[in-house]
Structure formats: structure tokens, C-alpha cells
């Protein structure tokens, strides 16, 4: 059985303005995520990136193999390639608050191996660390 579950994660505000995230977001070195072991980036033709990086996932080392597609300076795309998440696609989007920014990610992620409760707890915790690691990455700009 294939599970879909729509999440919307509303509400997080970077401590720094949108041109700032942006620098940051084309940095390659001052982005950092300490989390995501084994990372990878590799251009994929007209401005698409592919990443992959292990994440632990219940304990246990998973590869995760996405494509992003940036549209500066809006949003990015992501599409899940490879791994339990495969299938799943999210938008992070951005307001722009003066020295401030929100950030909105909203997406349908899949996984055959994951009950609903398990991905949307899986989903919101790698979220949340990402945010984490992005706002610390932010404030040694």
C-alpha cells in the first residue's frame, strides 16, 4: 500500500532578509548541514541540482536522492528520486519581512514503507532540523 500525506509547515521566519537566503541557498561551503551525511551536489541541466546525502531515518543510515529546481526568488522545488520518500515532491517558498523572511513548505510525500503518522513525523523533523542548521548557517554570514 502506497501512502500519500499532504503537510503544509507554516510559520518559520529566518532572521535574515530574502537576498540573504538566496546567497546562502548558491553558497556552496557556508551551506552547511551537518545532519545530511555524504552530501553530494551535481549540476542537472537549465539551473537543476541534484543532491544526494544519507539522513538517519529510525535509527538507521537511508540515501536520499533529490532534484531541486530553484526559481529565485520565490521558491524551490523538490522531487524525491531515490529512497523511502521516493515519489514525493514540495515547495519552499519564501515572504519576504523586511530583515526578516518566512519560509512556507508545502508538499505530497509518499512512501510504501511508511504509515501516514510515520512520514508526516519523519517529514516534520528533518524540517525542522534543516530550518535549524539554515538559521545557524544564516548567522555566520
Excluded: C
Excluded at 544526494?52 to 538507521?60: A, I, L, N, T
Excluded at 515519489?87 to 519552499?92: E, H, N, P, R, V
Excluded at 534543516?130 to 554570514?141: G, I, P, W
Amino acid at each position: 500500500m502506497k501512502y500519500v500525506v499532504f503537510i503544509a509547515d507554516e510559520g518559520s521566519t529566518f532572521k535574515a532578509p530574502l537576498d540573504k537566503i538566496w546567497k546562502l541557498n548558491a553558497t556552496e561551503g557556508l551551506h552547511n548541514h551537518p545532519s545530511l551525511k555524504n552530501y553530494k551536489s551535481q549540476p542537472s541541466g537549465e539551473g537543476n541540482v541534484i543532491i544526494s546525502y544519507d539522513v538517519d531515518m529510525g535509527g538507521k543510515p537511508i540515501t536520499i536522492r533529490t532534484k531541486l529546481t530553484p526559481f529565485p526568488p520565490l521558491a524551490v522545488l523538490f522531487e524525491t528520486l531515490d529512497g523511502p520518500l521516493a515519489g514525493s515532491k514540495s515547495l519552499q517558498y519564501y515572504t519576504p519581512k523586511g530583515k526578516e523572511t518566512g519560509v512556507t513548505v508545502v508538499g505530497d510525500w509518499k512512501s510504501s514503507a511508511m504509515s501516514d503518522d510515520q512520514i508526516r513525523g519523519a517529514v516534520m523533523s528533518f524540517l525542522q532540523t534543516v530550518f535549524e542548521e539554515d538559521q545557524a548557517n544564516l548567522s555566520r554570514m
